[in-house]
């Protein structure tokens, strides 16, 4: 089985930062892309930040020059790094990532997902 488990979410003030982790555990050969995305209370799910196992990164405008994701693939775990925060930026966040995994001798590629953790900015 595959797990990704999130944490560092919480309540935090306007201009303040969070860190948000996801790390991946059980039987893991390789994980491809990792993508955070969030959820806020009557909206679509939206994508906040993509990063590919070679660093690439891609961002929403919205978050552009706040956000930072990055990842450690020794330890199989993303970041985000959430500076400058919004009211706006209040959501469920919510890690996935692309991941192999050898069953048998077939190798199965499949989307995973955290369960989320709620960020809320707020005076």
């Known amino acids: 089985q595959v797990q990704l488990v999130e944490s560092g979410g919480g309540l935090v003030q306007p201009g303040g930062s969070l860190r948000l982790s996801c790390a991946a555990s059980?039987?893991?050969?390789?994980?491809?892309?990792m993508a955070w995305y969030r959820r806020a209370p009557g909206k679509q799910r939206e994508l906040v930040a993509a990063i590919t196992s070679g660093g690439s990164t891609d961002y929403a405008d919205s978050v552009k020059g706040r956000f930072t994701i990055s990842r450690d693939n020794a330890k199989n775990t993303m970041y985000l790094q959430m500076n400058s925060l919004k009211p706006e930026d209040t959501a469920v966040y919510y890690c996935s990532a692309d991941i192999e995994k050898l069953v048998g001798l077939r190798m199965v590629r499949d989307d995973y997902w955290g369960q989320g953790t709620q960020v809320t900015v707020s005076s």
């Open positions: 059980g039987s893991i050969f390789n994980i491809k892309a």
